[in-house]
T-cell receptor, first 113, second 116 residues
Framework: ETGVTQTPRHLVMGMTNKKSLKCEQH?????MYWYKQSAKKPLELMFV???????ENNSVPSRFSPECPNSSHLFLHLHTLQPEDSALYLC????????????FGSGTRLTVV | AQTVTQSQPEMSVQEAETVTLSCTYD???????LFWYKQPPSRQMILVIR????KQQNATENRFSVNFQKAAKSFSLKISDSQLGDTAMYFC?????????????WGLGTSLAVNP
């Protein structure tokens, strides 16, 4: 499978649940990203992994926990989320410089109830 | 501060006509790359076109072309012969070619509707 694949496509979770978002790429990219996309707001960069090391954490609450076990896989572990965390979560990958642009997945639409 | 401004939150165009989406950006750096991304209702962000700031020639990709004015820090996207499948959110972004921690700076997007 080519491109960036995100699962699940939709997720509804309660505030006390624990869930994980998964992202997978087989493009030979060595950088991966998590973005949060909310209506009327700019895309928010949450985490950046380059060569499997986290290089950026933009003051994201600890209820979001990323994991990058290898260069092809990226996870976002979720626990005790708040309703304001409801959003579209996008995963992307790129070559390490990012200058060729990012390749995005189709996102996970998360609703916290 | 690095910023991107897309002044048109919503636009519409008739099928087969031409439309131009505006984008201005701000950076004190001289070496960077600019992008237009398209996000259709399927939600996947798709790279439409890429421009290297050191190149004066405007990038083109089939029906998509840009008007890059570096001095004015303007990077507009022209869509010719608009098709229904062009209906989407369009995001302008740039990335600096400097430092170790490069990241895309995004605009808020323009919602384009192509009408039959």
């Amino acid at each position: 499978e080519t491109g960036v694949t995100q699962t699940p496509r939709h997720l509804v979770m309660g505030m006390t649940n624990k869930k994980s978002l998964k992202c997978e790429q087989h493009l030979g990219h060595n950088a991966m990203y998590w973005y949060k996309q909310s209506a009327k707001k700019p895309l928010e960069l949450m985490f950046v992994y380059s060569l499997e090391e986290r290089v950026e954490n933009n003051s994201v609450p600890s209820r979001f926990s990323p994991e990058c076990p290898n260069s092809s896989h990226l996870f976002l572990h979720l626990h005790t989320l708040q309703p304001e965390d409801s959003a579209l979560y996008l995963c992307a990958s790129s070559l390490s410089t990012g200058l060729s642009g990012y390749t995005f997945g189709s996102g996970t639409r998360l609703t916290v109830v | 501060a690095q910023t991107v401004t897309q002044s048109q939150p919503e636009m519409s165009v008739q099928e087969a006509e031409t439309v131009t989406l505006s984008c201005t950006y701000d950076t004190s750096e001289n070496n960077y790359y600019l992008f237009w991304y398209k996000q259709p209702p399927s939600r996947q962000m798709i790279l439409v076109i890429r421009q290297e700031a050191y190149k004066q020639q405007n990038a083109t990709e089939n029906r998509f072309s840009v008007n890059f004015q570096k001095a004015a820090k303007s990077f507009s996207l022209k869509i010719s012969d608009s098709q229904l499948g062009d209906t989407a959110m369009y995001f302008c972004a740039f990335i600096l070619n400097a430092g170790n921690n490069r990241k895309l700076i995004w605009g808020l997007g323009t919602s384009l509707a192509v009408n039959p």
